[in-house]
């Protein structure tokens, strides 16, 4: 079984990659500048070969490393640092993305993916010059991630011989299913927007940036996006049954990371309605394009080169100089196109009135963008005074906390009124009409909550803004499904509602759950119940659980005199580390999460137990969940489908019947 | 529209609406929800401080040790009752330099402050300056040259453009 | 109007030429960064009296620094499983047979950091050190210190103030010659 052919073949593998990613961003353009010239497209033939070569390389590179993991093949170093022979075959399945290296190879297969299924969709449109040149960067950045990894990132390095078992995967990352989920999808979101971006750079390069290659890459920017959302919030979800603090989000580089890409993402997504139904805003939604994978590739140098921690780490390990400069080289080339042909490929065109649904995502962009620059400064700026001044600083919870509530309040006041607006322009009776009932829903939702006891003017604007905006939405789905029948369910504007929804949920229930989120430390005795916010726990007793890997001490406290709830402390032998595990009992208004905290001494009869009750956390994952399906709606064509031929400033043609239903 | 519809959503309407909302806003605003518990305390604390072996996790959220250690600390002067939430804080922060998460106002650390301030500020600023200026290209009156020009290309007399109607 | 037409003409140029100042003085800044230097670190408690060690005892007895006081005590925060802390397990049994010849030698006292009796004993049942050994089971005397990580060492003097640290491994040498020279000069 050991026979250690996985290191040399998965090696071989990155070397083709290598290669055919290569000469397939040679061959793209070449094949670019033949067909611009006028040439017959000879060269074209080319590219899906070495697309589906690299596609094959990423793919076996892959395989090559499972089935050394599968395997327990400790002759690779990576087997060694994070195999193990007592890790449970899920775990170990996973365990190959538990690190840097092999996540490295994650990417590779999702590129790999999207070069195949890319050239596949444009077969017969390869000989147009713009499509070779996205092919071309594509290619060239499939080229970047081989050489890491075939470079300073080899997971097929050769391990110190005579080692028969290892430490396995981060104890973490062993006991929630959640990490089978969370990296895969997450990548997928951030190698998604990948597609985008190339096609952002031949826009640039050929000049067309007014065509229909916007509305051909519109659904997988769509998809792109519902992917880095779904696994932005995976990821919550993760840190919310794994590390046991009971929070969702902690504002740390690498959460940021995600972050940074899907707040430009957003503006994207919103921006490119107005390019679509004005014509206006190309070059900056271009620029959102080329900012949004660059923040992927910065997200994914901050968090892998170590530099966050300390901004010496990066120097030791080859991996952060590598990424910084594929970083400084992709964000040369945009703002190189974009200072060169951005200002002759500007549109002509007005915007008539703030008042208006342009004027509405042109303030979205603006808050998003603030937003993001937040972000990424709170993430940096430590990292910048150290370099400076050589002393640390910490940005962390309190100012991200401090700077978002405003902005989130904004973006809530927004999504109040945005969809309700019309095109162009807006009269303020038009307002006042259909205004009316969403923001009755807001004074219902603030009444209710006054009623249920909360306090404090930043969550009750947040229940208020929410309700109204709820109104909003859910006002433009009415309507629509009125008129459309289930129709009116699909389509960028009506599945954008449903997103927002969603979207509403998750900012209320984060609203609730940050401000009013009461915690209390219980010394539970066998048998002795004790009482907090309303509920009763009762310590049951102890179970211990041992199997090759861990031993597990759990505490089985009842609650309310009903099933019991089992928070645990887990010693992994191989790594010596003590993982807490929450036990949570979720209800629709509050879950209730509990902590086993140590020192864990059975044999007193006595547990320090840490109660935290907690609102509305299920109307996260239940507005995840919206997210999720309002994507897949708005990804159907809507009513009016527009070929990609038609340019794309003429005027719709307007039927009086459908005066006021969901027009995009 | 019939005029009692109208009248629902006029101007007096909301703007009671309004009232009715800061009424019920400042009332819910300086509401008092309490005394603070001791876990409570406890936890805001911990949130204010970072974890000293790790990397930029608040006490709060961090189960490293050093974290259990410190918030311990934190618990069991707070259950003695004899410091202010600041005075705890300068305690830990006295013995764990740099520990404190909200940087202060002054000198460099003040531009991380100041900066996402003026970014909004130039953001919504630059907005506006586009509508004035697109504002401004609209009102440009059309010459009778320009008139003519146009008649004259499309090989017919003047022609009414049809705005887009008031839709979604 | 028309020099409002050329400044916008030229606004994609302008905002890209500005956004490339910025990340260019991003990455000069990571270029020149200055590596760290770790030295005997400082802390506020320098100088001042050393905050209160009251605890019992890794195998059963009391502990109070305050009653240490007239001789020279230095405090080990110690864990078994931390690779320096082994490392310099050596040079401290060697440290401690020195002072214990010396009629005012210092005391050797270690301070449990987050481990448990079984296996701190166990470590020195293997490796040897009779000297004290104080239990901290929540942390309490390492936070009043400001220790995180061990292993450090504190040398505290006969009055009871605090005058060196030392984060990281030791060797008995450099304790030795460190408290001879502020025993030379009061």
């Known amino acids: 079984m050991n026979d250690g052919l996985a290191g040399p073949l998965g090696r071989a593998a990155l070397l083709v990659g290598v290669i055919a990613a290569a000469f397939g961003a040679v061959a793209s353009i070449v094949s670019a500048r033949e067909t611009a010239a006028g040439e017959e497209a000879r060269t074209a033939r080319l590219i899906p070969r070495f697309a589906a070569l690299a596609f094959a390389a990423a793919f076996a590179a892959m395989v090559a490393m499972e089935y050394a993991m599968i395997t327990r093949d400790f002759s690779l170093q990576y087997v060694q640092d994070h195999g193990s022979r007592s890790t449970p075959a899920f775990y170990n399945f996973a365990a190959v993305w538990s690190a840097l290296e092999g996540s490295i190879l994650l990417w590779i297969l999702a590129l790999g993916v999207s070069l195949a299924v890319v050239t596949w969709r444009y077969r017969r449109k390869l000989n147009d010059p713009m499509i070779s040149w996205a092919m071309a960067v594509m290619f060239i950045v499939t080229l970047f991630f081989f050489l890491l990894s075939f470079g300073p990132a080899n997971p097929f390095a050769e391990g110190a011989p005579g080692v028969t078992d290892g430490p396995g995967p981060n104890p973490l990352l062993q006991n929630h299913i959640l990490v089978m989920f969370h990296p895969p999808i997450l990548y997928l979101g951030y190698v998604g927007f990948t597609v985008p971006f190339a096609f952002a750079i031949a826009a640039l390069v050929t000049g067309r940036v007014g065509e229909g290659w916007l509305i051909e890459t519109r659904r997988w920017t769509l998809f792109a996006w519902g992917f880095l959302s779904i696994g932005i919030i995976l990821g919550g979800w993760w840190s919310y049954e794994v590390l046991g603090w009971s929070g969702v989000w902690a504002w740390d580089p690498v959460e940021n990371a995600s972050l940074l890409p899907w707040l430009t993402g957003t503006a994207y997504i919103h921006s490119v309605l107005v390019q679509e139904r004005r014509g206006m805003l190309r070059v900056w939604n271009l620029s959102l394009l080329l900012a949004t994978f660059s923040l992927t590739i910065l997200g994914t140098f901050l968090t892998r080169s170590g530099v966050v921690n300390s901004v010496h780490a990066f120097s030791q390990s080859g991996i952060g100089p590598f990424l910084l400069t594929f970083f400084g080289i992709v964000v040369a080339v945009s703002l190189g196109l974009i200072a060169w042909r951005g200002d002759a490929l500007r549109s002509p065109g007005a915007i008539d009135s703030p008042v208006s649904r342009e004027g509405a995502f042109l303030a979205n962009n603006v808050l998003f963008s603030v937003f993001a620059f937040v972000v990424l400064l709170g993430t940096v700026f430590p990292l910048i005074v150290e370099a400076l001044q050589d002393r640390q600083i910490s940005v962390a919870e309190p100012f991200f906390d401090t700077m978002s509530t405003p902005l989130g309040i904004a973006m809530l006041a927004l999504m109040c009124i945005a969809p309700v607006l019309p095109w162009r322009k807006a009269s303020e009776e038009l307002l006042r009409e259909r205004l009316f009932w969403p923001a009755w829903c807001g004074i219902a939702a603030l009444v209710v909550s006054l009623v249920v006891g909360a306090s404090g003017l930043a969550p009750l604007l947040a229940f208020t803004l929410g309700g109204f905006a709820g109104g909003a939405a859910l006002r433009q789905v009415v309507l629509a499904t009125r008129r459309q029948g289930w129709r009116g369910l699909v389509g960028r504007a009506n599945g954008g509602m449903i997103v927002h929804l969603g979207v509403i949920l998750i900012s209320v229930a984060l609203s609730a759950s940050n401000s009013y989120t009461k915690s209390q430390d219980l010394r539970l005795e066998t048998g002795v119940p004790a009482s907090f916010e309303g509920h009763t726990f009762e310590l049951i007793g102890f179970k211990e659980e041992t199997d090759a890997r861990s031993s597990a001490v759990k505490a089985l406290v009842s609650i309310d005199g009903g099933q019991a709830y089992a928070p645990a402390v887990t010693k992994f032998t191989n790594m010596g580390m003590n993982v807490g595990t929450p036990s949570v009992k979720t209800t629709f208004t509050h879950d209730i999460y509990l902590t086993l905290e140590p020192p864990v001494k059975m044999d007193s009869g006595t547990a320090r137990i840490k109660v935290y009750i907690k609102p509305l956390i299920l109307w996260m994952w239940i507005g995840a969940g919206l997210m999720a399906i309002g994507t897949i709606l708005a990804a159907f064509p809507g009513k009016r489908r527009r070929r990609p031929t038609d340019p794309t400033s003429a005027p719709v043609p307007v039927d009086p019947a459908e005066e006021d239903s969901e027009r995009v | ?168 | 109007m028309s020099d409002r037409k050329v400044t916008s003409r030229r606004i994609s140029r302008n905002v890209a030429i500005a956004v490339a100042v910025v990340v260019g003085a991003f990455f000069v800044v990571l270029a020149v960064s200055k590596p760290r230097t770790d030295t005997d670190i400082s802390t506020p408690l320098l100088g001042q009296p050393a905050p209160e060690v009251v605890s019992d005892l890794v195998g059963g007895g009391e502990f109070d620094l305050s009653r240490r006081k007239g001789s020279w005590v230095v405090l080990n925060f110690f864990n078994s499983t931390c690779v320096p802390c082994i490392n310099e397990h050596p040079e401290l049994v060697v440290f401690d047979k020195e002072q214990s010849t010396l009629p005012d030698g210092a005391e050797l006292v270690t301070i449990v950091n987050d481990d448990t009796d079984d296996a701190v004993a166990a470590f020195f049942e293997k490796n040897g050190g009779g000297w004290p050994k104080v239990r901290d089971p929540d942390g309490t005397i390492a936070v009043s210190f400001g220790v995180a990580r061990v292993p450090e060492t504190w040398v505290i003097d006969p009055a009871g103030f605090v005058r060196v640290r030392y984060a990281g491994e030791v060797t008995s040498n450099e304790l030795t010659a460190r408290i001879n020279g502020m025993k030379a000069t009061p």
């Open chain 2, 1 to 168: 529209m019939s005029t009692k519809q109208s009248s629902l959503k006029s101007w007096p309407v909301w703007a009671a609406m309004g009232i009715i909302v800061v009424v019920m806003l400042v009332f819910g605003a300086l509401r008092d929800s309490g005394p603070s518990t001791q876990a409570e305390r406890v936890d805001a604390i911990a949130q204010r401080l970072a974890c000293p072996t790790c990397d930029g996790e608040s006490i709060y959220v961090s189960r490293a040790p050093a974290a259990e250690a410190i918030r311990n600390e934190i618990a069991r002067q707070v259950a003695a009752g004899q410091s202010a939430d600041n005075e705890i804080v300068a305690y830990i922060e006295q013995r764990f330099p740099g520990s404190l998460l909200l940087p202060r106002a002054e000198g460099v650390d003040s531009l991380v402050w100041i900066l996402p301030v003026v970014v909004l500020v130039l953001g919504f600023g630059g907005l506006a300056l586009a509508f004035r200026k697109w504002r401004d290209e609209a009102e440009a009156q059309a010459t009778e040259a320009d008139v003519a020009l146009v008649a004259e290309s499309l090989g017919t007399t003047e022609s009414s453009e049809k705005n887009d109607r008031d839709d979604d």
